[in-house]
């Protein structure tokens, strides 16, 4: 099922928590909404439901317009970060609900419905388990029988908040994977949010990066890390370093010093220089980003050292092999391998 | 870098040595402290809650249980019981409707004004219950603002069971919906959400979502709601007009026998009201030992 968003504008007392937000979203994709808290992205996604009503525009399934539409009408999979399972019924229960309510009409007979939720409960391995309750399943299950019950309507789309918010890690990485292959199996045109951007790199065919109500890009994973947009995009997916240069003649000018860095087409003038860590190679003292070290820490395998650049003390942070002998006050010359210009505003 | 050790005693010339009790902790108060206020609470509990309770039974069978039991039988007896009966079966389930909505109303909708109903919900226990009796005989009574037109339709309110069963819905109202509210806060609306995105209908999901969530909270409050309605005396001793086999529930009756000096008769129905209250405190623990997690708190009421 298609979905388009167009123009929707939500306003909660008067606040805006979505600004004219447009979308595609194509049939059969997995689109991750991500961004910070109070983006919007919540809010975006209750109002592809229809949790919420929109202030002011319109969202269509393929071509009808669903924006006046009920919650029930649009039938929709929603998993909710908490669950929101029915603690009073058992895992059978939950998940046959949305076709036991259904009028005496559309209802399934009762045997048909007990099968349909066991092979469910196949699919989101929880074979054995329909008579628990809620209370006796660990966070992952619960999840997961929250999906089971979202796909038991047969639903449109599948929309999922904060699916692994409350998970500990371990369990997440599992989730995600497995949510991957029941999406590749199913082919449901599914919906996510995430404030995490790794779960939305790996996970997602596409990414919608949102921004106090508005969209910042949309694109593929690769297309969002490597050729971000805009400096809050740079600086929300993936780690960053950024340093206030000067571009003149075509190139990066850093304390009226060039350092090596072509400028291609940004004005000349201030700019905000973007690269990644990782992404710098050690070079000999010359035409290049020099600073001393002022600061380092062990992430992993390698070692962050926060350098400063310059008189004016400005830090950038860069990734050293964790055996390079940098101590305090090294003085370290790299440049970045890649690296994005935007001007100043 | 350990910040201090426990187990080693150093030598502070800051501290002065005091002597130090086995289990003792740094943040309770010293054992004379601690027993002084238990002894003064149980004290006080004995003489103020205690005894009464005991006096009521020990009264009502001081003239020996056949005497007891006799009490029982008098018409008029009999009648307050009913009436007290009758008036909880119609004071109660409106309450529980009432509150129920009322609960549901500030719970899950924001609207103007939420905050004021909230607080008026509470009127019921900050105002006197004479003041509660005197304004239905006010509207309603013979020189009342409504009173002329019901005396034209023939319809009694004061002095009948109608006013006693309206004055025992404005004392009891809040218990209910006091109940409710801060647990159907606490729960939140993410269940109803759940139910209605998978297509159950908005009373398809108060059955089978709401009323499961908030059932124990629910028994808890129509359990307190129905104690107070069966022992109300204040507000319905104005609107009742105390006419013996008519209009007289059991607090009132008692009144009148008291009054009448027959002490054996009044402290007779006294032990039943008192027997209502422990049995409704022995359910409530019971409720709040097993399904504590789901009632809204240990406020007392």
Known sequence: MDIRVEHVLKEFSRYPALDDVSLDIRSGELIALLGPSGSGKTTLLRLIAGLERPTAGQIFFGDEDASSKTVQERNVGFVFQAYALFRNMSVLENISFGLKVRPRATRPANADIRKRAMELLDLVQLSGMHDRFPQQLSGGQRQRVALARALAIEPRVLLLDEPFGALDAQVRKELRKWLREIHDKTGHTTVFVTHDQEEALELADRLVVMSRGKIEQVGSPDAIYDQPLNPFVFGFIGESSSLPVEIDNGEVWVGGRAVGLTADDTPVGHAQLYFRPHDVELVPEGAALAGVVAASRRVGGTRRVELEIGGNAQRVEIDLPFDHPAGEKTRIAFKPKRWKLYPAT | ?301
């Open chain 2, 1 to 301: 870098m350990a910040m201090y050790e426990e187990d080693v005693a150093v030598y502070d010339s800051r501290r002065p040595n005091e002597p130090t009790f086995a289990h003792s902790r740094p943040t309770t108060e010293p054992g004379w402290v601690k027993w002084t206020l238990i002894l003064i609470g149980i004290a006080f509990m004995a003489l103020v809650i205690v005894l009464p309770l005991v006096v009521v039974f020990i009264e009502a069978f001081r003239k020996g249980l056949e005497t007891y039991l006799k009490s029982f039988s008098d018409r008029n007896a009999v009648a307050a019981i009913q009436l007290t009966l009758l008036v909880a079966v119609i004071a109660v389930p409106l309450n529980l409707v009432f509150g129920v909505a009322a609960a549901w109303a500030i719970a899950k909708y924001e609207f103007w004004g939420k905050a004021f109903l909230t607080t008026l919900i509470d009127l019921p226990f900050s105002i006197s219950p004479v003041v509660s009796g005197m304004v239905y005989v006010l509207l309603f009574g013979a020189q009342g603002w409504f009173g002329q037109y019901l005396q034209d339709a023939r319809i009694q309110i004061i002095f009948a069971v109608p006013g006693i069963v309206l004055a025992t819905i404005f004392v009891t109202f809040p218990f209910i919906a006091r109940e409710l509210i801060p647990l159907m806060q606490d729960q939140g609306s993410q269940d109803e959400e759940a139910a209605l995105s998978l297509g159950a209908n908005g009373w398809q999901t108060f059955w089978r979502v709401t009323l499961p969530n908030i059932k124990w909270g629910l028994l808890y409050g129509v359990l307190l709601c129905n104690a107070r309605a069966m022992g109300e005396f204040g507000a319905v001793s104005v609107v009742s007009g105390h006419i013996r086999g008519k209009t007289n529930t059991m607090p009132l009756h008692i009144e009148i026998l008291y009054n009448e000096y027959n002490f054996a008769g009044a402290f007779a129905i006294a032990s039943l009201l008192a027997m209502l209250a422990l049995l409704t405190l022995i359910i409530k623990t019971v409720l709040e030992f097993r399904y504590g997690d789901e009632l809204a708190g240990t406020r007392g009421h």
